[in-house]
């Protein structure tokens, strides 16, 4: 449509359209340094996105305005998000999640903070999917963008309690090597997952009256965080969201520091136990739930 009134006007009244931008300052990113109209009707026509995020972090890096680690970047229009890192999957507390379908691709685009602590927490889990892509088959990861980073899209038929909730089956073998991934992820990046298993028993009593519903929530599901695990269209369990929570549910036992801390070995070996027994009972119900039809 635009080219071919494109084509009419340049024919008939003789006026010329801008030629085809080729550096990304005289495209549609905000360039704070150097204000420039916007062209409304065609956009980044000749870059593919990995050329303009490496412009754009190069210009950020070179003016000083590249976000602060696990910060918000605030200079991606609508149009420039949709280009770059496609259609809007969800929003969560600390980032948004982006597809792009053509390339199998998820962004994570961080949220403004001013906690220091978040904003550190967002940084580190990038760094751990980073620096452990390529280690185990779990993590991967694909680059770094302003306020934020991307990774493959892990094909999925759910997480864990849409999986049950629909009929889908727990095997032993399934689970085990759930398990064992977690222990390797564990052992390779020296920090529990923090999210993973959401079990009472380690938590104060009042705390765990105040936070009943979150534990009923999750109770059938072995108390596991069924938000972070997704089933794979082979059925293969991915454990995701590692390092994402600044906050980690205490599961170390009674005495700090071990309580919060990720890295307390009491805290990882209760981390892997409780998701090791979590798994478990799945697998035990649904034997049951399968025993105790009659006719089977
Ligand atoms: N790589 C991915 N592929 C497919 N879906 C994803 C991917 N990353 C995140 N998601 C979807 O987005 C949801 C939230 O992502 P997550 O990283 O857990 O963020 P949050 O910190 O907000 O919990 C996930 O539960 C999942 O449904
Ligand atoms: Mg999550």
Redesign the pocket.
């Known amino acids: 449509m635009f080219d071919r009134v494109a084509d009419f006007v340049t024919e008939k009244i003789g006026m010329r359209f801008p030629s085809v931008p080729t550096k990304i300052e005289d495209t549609y990113l905000v360039d704070s340094t150097q204000v420039v109209e916007r062209p409304k009707d065609w956009l980044w026509p000749t870059q593919t996105n990995d050329q303009v995020l490496d412009t754009l972090t190069a210009r950020l890096k070179r003016s000083d305005e590249y976000p602060k680690p696990g910060q918000e970047y605030r200079g991606y229009s609508w149009d420039d998000r949709d280009f770059l890192f496609g259609e809007k999957?969800?929003?969560?507390?600390?980032?948004e999640?982006f597809?792009d379908r053509d390339k199998d691709?998820?962004a994570?685009l961080w949220r403004f903070t001013r906690d220091e602590k978040q904003l550190a927490q967002n940084q580190h889990?990038m760094e751990v999917y980073r620096d452990n892509a390529g280690k185990h088959s779990q993590f991967?990861f694909t680059r770094e963008v302003p306020g934020g980073w991307v990774?493959?899209?892990?094909?999925?038929q759910g997480?864990l309690k849409e999986y049950l909730d629909r009929g889908g089956i727990l095997t032993l073998t399934q689970v085990e090597k759930a398990i064992a991934d977690l222990r390797e992820m564990q052992q390779l990046t020296g920090e529990a997952h923090g999210?993973i298993v959401k079990n009472p028993i380690f938590v104060p009593d009042f705390n765990r009256d105040l936070m009943y519903k979150a534990f009923e929530a999750v109770e059938p599901y072995g108390f596991l965080n069924f938000?972070?695990i997704?089933v794979s269209p082979e059925g293969e369990l991915i454990l995701?969201?590692y390092a994402?929570?600044a906050d980690p549910l205490a599961t170390g036992g009674w005495q700090e520091p071990a309580r919060h801390d990720v890295h307390h070995e009491h805290f990882m070996s209760n981390e892997l136990k409780f998701f090791e027994e979590g798994l478990r009972t799945l697998v035990n119900k649904i034997e049951e739930a399968h025993s105790n039809q009659p006719g089977l």
């Open positions: 999957l969800t929003r969560g507390a600390h980032n999640i597809i691709q998820v994570h889990q991967k990774e493959p899209e892990i094909k999925n997480n999210d938000e972070n997704l995701h969201d994402g929570n």
